[in-house]
């Protein structure tokens, strides 16, 4: 498929593995903002055009990434919960305990994530619920070839997509945008790492499902979810 600057950014992100990387990188919003043309994104951002599709094909070459619009729908959700749910969890049981950690070992320092493991709780208890739901009530519906009849649990799941955009938002304002004092410790870096990760992988979750899962579940005929083809 030739994608060019009249494309949406869930296009380019669908079809090309390196784009989520590149767009994370130039603070292009992939997973709300999914339906955006990409021209338009990058001259709202004061960007060449021509540089990030360039920056695209060029970190697409050797990626070993995903290419997410191939796959079957019943794949595509294996995929999802393996690759995202399962890592999501993982994330956050290792980053709660870090952030009370530095945010104790730390506390006299202006640059301190002071309220991040708050933060972290209460996303965590928030994307478990929303994942719950997915895995209980919209996958199934899915992999059962019901897909074309989920438009409500669908639309209940992009509006919560819609906060969680909003919590990474508050997350690189409790984490200074990231930004590590040269005098951080170990543990200081593992967090800012691991936040940095979490944030990359929930976009790249809420861009898979918005642009590519749900598009494809309501489109889907004959109720078959594709796993069989």
């Given amino acids: ?37 990409l021209e338009d994104a990058c001259r709202e951002n004061d960007l060449d055009v021509d540089e990030i599709i360039s920056d695209i094909r060029n970190s697409s070459k050797d990626s070993d990434g995903l290419l997410w619009d191939k796959m079957p729908l019943g ?29 104790s070992a730390h506390s006299d320092k202006p640059e301190c994530p002071t309220g991040l493991s708050d933060f972290f709780m209460k996303f965590q208890f928030e994307l478990e619920s929303h994942m719950q739901k997915e895995e209980k009530i919209l996958f199934p519906m899915i992999k059962s070839g019901q897909g074309s009849m989920a438009q409500g649990p669908i639309s209940v799941m992009t509006h919560e997509h819609v ?67």
Wanted: net charge negative; aromatic share 8%; charged share 25%.
């Fill in 1 to 37: 498929m030739s994608l060019g600057r009249n494309n949406s950014l869930g296009e380019w992100a669908a079809v090309y593995s390196g784009a989520s990387k590149v767009f994370i990188k130039n603070k292009l919003d992939f997973c709300c903002g999914g339906k955006i043309k």
């Fill in 75 to 103: 794949t595509l959700v294996d995929e999802i919960l393996e690759k995202f749910h399962k890592k999501h969890r993982e994330d956050l049981e290792y980053l709660i305990p870090l952030a009370k950690k530095v945010e």
């Fill in 163 to 229: 906060s969680h955009g909003e919590n990474l938002l508050e997350l690189r304002k409790l984490a200074h945008n990231f930004e590590i004092p040269d005098d951080a410790c170990g543990s200081w870096n593992a967090l800012y790492q691991g936040a940095q990760t979490l944030e990359r992988e929930l976009m790249e979750h809420i861009g898979t499902e918005n642009n590519i899962l749900f598009p494809k579940a309501l489109s889907e005929v004959d109720g078959c979810c594709g796993s069989c083809s």
